[in-house]
């Protein structure tokens, strides 16, 4: 069954450096893919999500990430990292419909 | 427009109390799921309806969690018999799929900021 392994619980940058935060997929077919970020005391809103149609997918706030399928990786970067990003960051595939989300990154950006 | 509603935002029950949680989905939005994320977890998928519809129930964790959305809006989660392992946060998402017939997997869920339940 599809499922999500993030490696990483937590990753600290320095504001302006690039961030890069790890997405491994196990599956047996080309899965669909997201990334959600969660700021604190609220829900998640989706970054951006790979449906096949193109293996490097821009998300919101100058996002992306790169489906590389010899790797089953779904990397999220964001090139100069701003305080506004320090969040929860989670990978998710569908299952039926449902999603199944990795264990969460926690990104902190020191000034 | 209006994102996905949910009432109470905190919540924090005695031990052996009921608990009703509400969503408010995006209006039109067909699909409506229930998570339920524990501290410093990813969200854990409870249940999924389509309409008034619950088409996949797996992930209520026992007989104590029940839910509803008898008009095929506004959606209820219960708790019966709160335990201290029912603390966490219940979140609430909703889905308007491209096509009924099909399985939504793309589709983009819009979630609410979700019901933080505390049982002391």
């Known amino acids: 069954a599809q499922s999500v392994t993030q490696l990483g619980s937590h990753v600290s940058v320095s504001e302006g450096a690039l961030v890069l935060l790890r997405c491994n997929y196990s599956?047996?077919?080309?899965?669909?893919l997201f990334w959600y970020v969660q700021y604190p005391n609220q829900g998640l809103q989706l970054l951006l999500k790979?449906?096949?149609?193109?293996?490097l997918v821009k998300g919101i706030n100058d996002f992306e990430a790169e489906f590389k399928k010899s790797e089953t990786s779904f990397h999220l970067t964001q090139p100069s990292a701003h305080m506004s990003d320090a969040a929860e960051y989670f990978c998710?595939?569908?299952?039926?419909?449902?999603?199944?989300f990795g264990q969460g990154t926690e990104l902190s950006v020191k000034p | 427009g209006a994102g996905v509603s949910q009432s109470p935002r905190y919540k924090v029950a005695k031990r052996g109390q009921d608990v009703a949680l509400r969503c408010d989905p995006i209006?039109?939005?067909?699909?409506l799921f229930w998570y339920q994320q524990a501290l410093g977890q990813g969200p854990e998928f409870l249940t999924y309806?389509?309409?008034?519809?619950?088409?996949?129930k797996s992930g209520l964790p026992s007989d104590r969690f029940f839910a509803e959305r008898p008009e095929g809006s506004v959606s209820t989660l219960k708790i019966q018999r709160t335990q201290q392992e029912d603390s966490a946060v219940y979140l609430c998402?909703?889905?308007?799929?491209?096509?009924?017939?099909?399985?939504?997997?793309?589709?983009?869920?819009?979630f609410g900021p979700g019901t933080r339940l505390t049982v002391l």
């Open positions: 998710a595939t569908p299952r039926g419909g449902k999603l199944i």
């Open positions: 309806f389509q309409n008034e519809a619950q088409l996949d």
């Open positions: 209006s039109g939005h067909v699909s």
């Open positions: 998402a909703s889905s308007r799929p491209q096509g009924l017939a099909r399985v939504p997997s793309t589709d983009t869920q819009y």
């Open positions: 599956s047996s077919v080309p899965p669909y």
């Open positions: 790979y449906t096949s149609a193109a293996t």
